[in-house]
């Protein structure tokens, strides 16, 4: 079987790769491409061997996945992955194509597999039934501005957690990894960047004070103001650095704090 990965997160693809070969070492991954534009590029080059099928993120660095099927005509098989639950199942209920909740399951990617195989008859004799995408965009977009992440699922060994957002007190990055921090102190990694989690959160309660951090409004415990309008923060719990909002987010920083 030839498979492609779309992914905008590193980590995550390398991760669902691993769980791909876990399930059948010989399952050829022909690649993996973390936007829009590079997987409209990609197919049509017309790859050759052809994929047999797509694994794809919902939210791409630079648009929806779904454009890809609209610029390029997708007729190949696709198990999509999305961050997105309650409302990204609404809609996809009434369709044919499955879906991973990250962090992705292995017991549920051997499922949608196992489906995929199962359909394959299907697939390979008549055209398979794309979700309505124009519906699908509608329901995205009327639920972008109003719906946003209430819990996390992080990976801890062996174990997976599940972490409610109200508890979070910061987002932040080291090392080019991503971790999130509770308000009782622990640290534990994440497979999303900085970017992707500000689209995720509600902006009334987080906000992204520079590169590297992401802060819940509860964890500010004081402001420090220095000379030419620099501003330190102290939060809670600590953070092994300190914390200075960026030049360029300033202005907007005290915005979000007078709201």
Same mark, same amino acid.
């Given at each position: 079987? $030839? =498979?492609? !990965? !779309?992914?905008? &997160? #590193? %980590? *995550?693809?390398?991760?669902?790769? #691993? %769980? !791909?070969?876990?399930?059948?070492? *010989? !399952? %050829?991954?022909?690649a993996r491409i973390p936007s829009v534009a590079g997987a409209v590029q990609w197919f049509n080059a017309n790859p050759t061997p052809a994929p047999d099928l797509i694994f794809m993120d919902i939210h791409l660095e630079d648009d929806l996945g779904?454009?890809? =099927? &609209?610029?390029? $005509?997708l007729t190949i098989p696709i198990i999509f992955t999305t961050a997105y639950d309650e409302y990204m199942l609404q809609a996809f209920k009434t369709t044919s194509i499955d879906y991973l909740l990250k962090p992705i399951d292995y017991d549920e990617l051997v499922a949608a597999i196992e489906k995929y195989k199962a359909l394959g008859r299907m697939f390979s004799e008549v055209e398979p039934a794309f979700p309505d995408l124009t519906a699908i965009l509608? *329901? %995205?977009n009327q639920t972008r501005t109003t719906t946003y992440k209430d819990r996390f699922m992080v990976t801890v060994? *062996? #174990? =997976? #957690?599940?972490? &409610?957002t109200p508890t979070i007190a910061y987002f932040f990055v080291e090392d080019k990894a991503t971790f999130l921090t509770t308000q009782d102190g622990q640290h534990l990694p994440l497979d999303y960047s900085l970017d992707k989690l500000a689209a995720m959160l509600d902006p009334r309660q987080f906000f992204r004070v520079n590169r590297s951090l992401l802060v819940s409004m509860s964890a500010i415990q004081h402001i420090h103001a220095y000379s030419a309008g620099k501003l330190k923060l102290e939060l809670t719990p600590k953070t092994r650095q300190e914390v200075f909002v960026a030049g360029d987010r300033m202005t907007d920083f005290k915005e979000w704090l007078g709201k």
């Open positions: 079987m $030839n =498979i492609v !990965i !779309i992914e905008d &997160e #590193k %980590l *995550t693809a390398q991760r669902l790769e #691993k %769980l !791909i070969h876990r399930y059948d070492p *010989t !399952i %050829l991954v022909l779904f454009r890809i =099927i &609209e610029q390029v $005509n509608n *329901t %995205l060994g *062996t #174990k =997976i #957690k599940s972490i &409610e």
